[in-house]
């Protein structure tokens, strides 16, 4: 099998963040002290050597919040000497004018800030903390710097009805870009179903709202609309493949083939301290566990469709199914597809209640 | 036959903000970069990119490129120029 070069650099820079999404990506036990144990910068640096050696092209610096990292600018600064595309994926509400210029200074070239819907109590209210109108002075003062601006949104049953006045404030933000990603359910999120999962109706609406800021071009570079995956035929191909384009970095140090990959407990990634990314890359057993086609069992075995989606995403196979080889059980082909089918009835008998949401919070 | 007006959209193009260029050594491959994207480039249109810096006309990059090389018709370059403002990488810089 020919191993492609990756393409792109995910450097989860920290765990911590001072809001507290219900569908945090980050893992549920991410305030262990082995998270809270941060990579230093020397680390970091040279990290982002070997990823330039490698042939990544493009580096995103998320969280948690990369805000947090003091040290940011450093890290961005090595990355743009080497001509990586630099992005900053952040919740905004920390982006202040001074270190907003000092990224410009450094090399950055664009930055991602979440929002969490239309209106500020509502968006306040997913965040867990007031923070909406920071994060509108930060796409502002975003703007106003010359970076190219993406808003992204996660979406879920509290806002998906408004995805048209979402994409409204993300106009007159001048956003050059959105992400409108439905919920993917892991981690927080899977822990949240019931209260997030939304309705066949809500995602028809929303998916005429993003059809309209599509034809009449609202944003010059796009808009991507993550499709519900529970709510497909098909499995997403995830991560485009494992091992086919991402590198994860965590907090800690471990690299993996995607930001919930630690959910797989039979695998055991490397740490940078311990490896070098090319290493990690083509040999690891992490990253090959599950590269290519030889790892699946039936019916994605015998499936056409095996090198479109690879057999869907393997931390849902296992998380809903037990089974980490198993077919995704989002495909309809699955024998599993039932556990799917079970969710939806399940958020759909909790429509009329106000939810209640377990926030992203720290074990005690 | 190209239409007068189309042509003239493509006039003044420049790279958007937050889009450029990048040689990867490792790669051996010129590459567009832009927000969560890159798209590797043939010899063609790095000359062709290269040309868009917001003062040349849509007849001057083509003069150029014909002087360049001698099998690219005008038509490809109508086509890349438009396939990259669709995707909002090119503006009309004449228009700021
Ligand atoms: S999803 Fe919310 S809580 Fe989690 S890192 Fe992003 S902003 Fe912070
Ligand atoms: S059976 Fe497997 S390969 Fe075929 S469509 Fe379903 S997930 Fe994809």
Redesign the interface.
Known sequence: MIIE?P?TLIAELTYRCPLRCPYCSNPLNYSDSNYRQELATEYWLKAISQA????I??LGFTGGEPLLRQDLEIMVEAAAKT?I?T?LITAGTLLTPDRAAKLRECGL??I?ISIQDSQAAKSDYIAGIPSFEKKLAAARLVKRL???L?INVVLHRHNLDRTEEILELCKTLEA??VELANTQYYGWALSNRDSLLPTPEQLERAKQAVAIAKQQRY????V?YVLPDYYEKYPKPCMGGWGQKTMVISPNGDVLPCQVATSIPELTFTNLRNGTLEWIWFESEAFNRFRGIDWMDEPCRSCSRQTIDFGGCRCQALLLTGSATATDPVCHLSPEHHLILKAQEQGQGKQEFSPTFTYRSAKE | MIEENQIHALDYLGL?????L???E??QQH?L??????LALNSTAVAILAQCNGYHSFEAIATALEKQFSDVKESDLQDLLSYMMK???L?NQAQL
């Open positions: 070069r393409l330039a050696s490698l042939g092209l493009q001509g595309y992005s070239d664009h991602q010359g970076f190219p993406t050059d870009r944003f010059p570079m796009g991507v | 958007s903000a937050g889009v450029r990048h040689w990867s490792v790669r590459w970069l832009f927000p969560e994207g890159a995707r909002g990488l503006i």
